[in-house]
């Protein structure tokens, strides 16, 4: 266990990630922090967009509308603990001075979107 500047790091959560390493520039941290916080609002987003799928009625009631929702709801539950997970990772990475993982999760969500936005132009258009 590592303590920087007099700093009891067994106060900080979680200790997998700070209990490691040295304590790197302020910056590299916070800037890993904006991005977690960008894949927070981005579950929001997704979030919004499958309730107004229903809300609205876009495509009416139909399978491909219906699931199209669905789908965007269950990823915007899913991406929080993903991000939180990323945010782990690439921390850890920064206090051992490691390499950076590479992206997890830009992959899997441009997947998830064209199928639900291909759902939703079938709900449209049938």
């Keep these: 266990m590592v303590a920087d500047a007099g700093y009891n790091v067994r106060r900080r959560f979680p200790m997998r990630v700070y209990g490691r390493g040295t304590e790197p520039d302020a910056r590299f941290s916070l800037a890993n922090e904006r991005t ?3 894949w927070i609002r981005t579950s929001v987003a997704l979030m919004a967009a499958g309730v107004a799928l229903q809300v609205f009625g876009i495509g009416g009631r139909s399978g491909p509308g219906v699931l199209a929702s669905t789908l965007l709801i269950v990823c915007s539950i899913v991406l929080p603990g993903a991000a939180w ?4 990772r690439v921390e850890r990475s920064l206090r051992e001075d490691a390499p950076l993982p590479a992206p997890s999760m830009a992959g899997p969500l441009a997947v998830v979107l064209a199928v639900a936005s291909g759902l939703v132009l079938a709900a449209i258009l049938l």
Excluded at 85 to 88: I, L, Q, T
Aim: no cysteine.
């Design 85 to 88: 997970v990323s945010w782990a």
């Design 36 to 38: 977690y916080l960008a």
